[in-house]
C-alpha cells in the first residue's frame, strides 16, 4: 500500500499567517491527491482534489500543489474558521490511504 | 440537496457482526464511485472500502475477508456488512463519494 506522511502533525499559527501543510507519498501517485478539512464531531470536508483544483464553494486562500510524491496545501491569509485538522488522501489505486493528518492550532 | 445518512452502527461483542446502511437523496448511489471511511476514537481517518460504478470492490487489508461492501438500486442505498468485529473496528464510520459525506455512526465493539 502507499504510505502518506503529512508534516508538520501539529502547527501553532495566528491569523493572518501564511500557512503551508506537505504530504509525501510513498511512490507516484500522479495528481491523485486530496485534501480535506475536518473539525471535531463532523465530517471532513473536501477542499481540493486532483492535487490542486479547489472545490466549489471553498475560499480562494486555500491552494494546492504538487504531483508525483510531494504535494503541499497552502492557506495564504489564517482565518479563525480555518483552525481544523487537515488530511491528505491518495486514490491513485484502489487501496486509497490517507495522510496521519495535521492539526492547525491557534498560536 | 445531497444527503447521505448512515444508521447501523451501536455496540456489539468481539466476534459479533453488524450491517451499516447509507441512505442517499439528491444523488443515485448506484452509478457512482461510493466508499467507507472511519475514524477510531481521538484517531485519523482510515479508508476502509470501495465500490466503483461499475462494481468492482477493494478493501483495506485491516478489513479483507470480514467485510463486504455493497449497494441496492431500488433503495439507493450503501451498504457495509462487518463480521468477525474486533475491538480495533471501534470507530465512526462514514460513506463518502469524497465530495459528499453522512454524518457518520458509531460502532463500538466491546465485551
Known amino acids: 500500500d502507499i504510505q502518506m506522511t503529512q508534516s508538520p502533525s501539529t502547527l501553532s499559527a495566528s491569523i493572518g499567517d501564511r500557512v503551508t501543510i506537505t504530504c509525501r507519498a510513498s511512490q507516484s501517485i500522479s495528481s491523485w491527491l486530496a485534501w480535506y478539512q475536518q473539525k471535531p464531531g463532523k465530517a471532513p470536508k473536501l477542499l481540493i482534489s486532483?492535487?490542486?483544483s479547489l472545490e466549489s464553494g471553498v475560499p480562494s486562500r486555500f491552494s494546492g500543489s504538487g504531483a508525483g510524491t510531494e504535494f503541499t496545501l497552502t492557506i495564504s491569509s489564517l482565518q479563525p474558521d480555518d483552525f481544523a485538522t487537515y488530511y491528505c488522501?491518495?486514490?491513485?489505486?484502489?487501496?486509497?490511504?490517507f495522510g496521519q493528518g495535521t492539526k492547525v492550532e491557534i498560536k | 440537496e445531497v444527503q447521505l445518512v448512515e444508521s447501523g452502527g451501536g455496540l456489539i461483542q468481539p466476534g459479533g457482526s453488524l450491517r451499516l446502511s447509507c441512505a442517499a437523496s439528491g444523488f443515485t448511489v448506484y452509478n457512482n464511485y461510493m466508499t467507507w471511511v472511519r475514524q477510531a476514537p481521538g484517531k485519523g481517518l482510515e479508508w476502509v472500502s470501495v465500490i466503483y460504478s461499475g462494481g468492482n470492490t477493494f478493501y483495506a487489508d485491516s478489513v479483507k475477508g470480514r467485510f463486504i461492501i455493497s449497494r441496492d438500486y431500488s433503495k439507493n442505498t450503501l451498504y457495509l456488512q462487518m463480521n468477525s468485529l474486533r475491538v480495533e473496528d471501534t470507530a465512526v464510520y462514514y460513506c463518502?463519494?469524497?465530495?459528499?459525506w453522512g454524518q457518520g455512526t458509531l460502532v463500538t465493539v466491546s465485551s
Open positions: 488522501q491518495q486514490y491513485n489505486t484502489n487501496s486509497e490511504t
Open positions: 486532483k492535487a490542486s
Open positions: 463518502t463519494n469524497r465530495v459528499y
